[in-house]
């Protein structure tokens, strides 16, 4: 059964940095994709950057400049690095693979636990 497992996630004052991570797990051929999303308080959780197999990004114009995605195949480990945050970042931070393909066959939509990231004026 494949997992996806975020960590990285904390208190931070505004100005500063975290590095998500999100990690992979079980037995796994391949990932297409990652996307991270956000959800703060009372809204709807949005989209915030993805990363392709090819390494290409895009990422929401409110964290363009910001925020950067990455990702270590060999680690099956995906990185979301947050610079300048400001208290609107704050949210728990998703990741999420569009495709997962295993040994049981393709799973679609594979969601990470979230990891809460506070950002304080």
């Known amino acids: 059964q494949v997992q996806l497992v975020e960590s990285g996630g904390g208190l931070v004052q505004s100005g500063g940095s975290l590095r998500l991570s999100c990690t992979a797990s079980?037995?796994?051929?391949?990932?297409?994709?990652m996307h991270w999303y956000r959800q703060a308080p009372g809204k709807e959780r949005e989209l915030v950057a993805d990363?392709?197999?090819?390494?290409?990004?895009e990422y929401a114009d409110s964290v363009k400049g910001r925020f950067t995605i990455s990702k270590d195949s060999a680690k099956n480990t995906w990185y979301l690095q947050m610079n300048s945050l400001q208290p609107e970042d704050t949210a728990v931070y998703y990741c999420?693979?569009?495709?997962?393909?295993?040994?049981?066959?393709?799973?679609?939509?594979?969601w990470g636990q979230g990891t809460e990231v506070t950002v304080s004026s």
């Open positions: 999420k693979a569009p495709m997962v393909a295993t040994n049981r066959g393709v799973v679609h939509n594979v």
């Open positions: 990363i392709t197999r090819g390494g290409s990004t």
């Open positions: 079980g037995i796994i051929y391949g990932i297409n994709a």
